[in-house]
């Protein structure tokens, strides 16, 4: 039995992930001014750790099947 009130929806629709993929071009910006020297140490650190955020979202969502949510609601 669902929540009530629960939809199944994309991530795409969650705005949790909508502002994860706003950091995540707030962070190449940022990193951009970076100096070159920091190209394959700090900035790819960051970045990768920004991208972790959104795909961690859609793992999640992806993972959870509708008739299994009553465990979570619990």
């Known amino acids: ?3 009530k009130g629960y939809k199944s929806r994309s991530y795409r629709d969650l705005e ?11 962070v ?4 951009h001014n970076f100096p070159a020297s920091e ?3 700090l900035i790819n650190q960051i970045r990768r750790a920004a991208v972790f ?5 859609a793992e ?5 099947p509708p008739k299994n949510l009553n465990n979570f609601w619990q």
């Open 1 to 3: 039995m669902e929540k």
């Open 16 to 26: 949790v992930w909508k502002l994860s993929i706003d950091f995540v071009k707030n």
């Open 28 to 31: 190449y910006q940022v990193t």
């Open 39 to 41: 190209n394959y140490g």
């Open 53 to 57: 955020i959104p795909a961690n979202i």
């Open 60 to 64: 999640g969502q992806a993972e959870i």
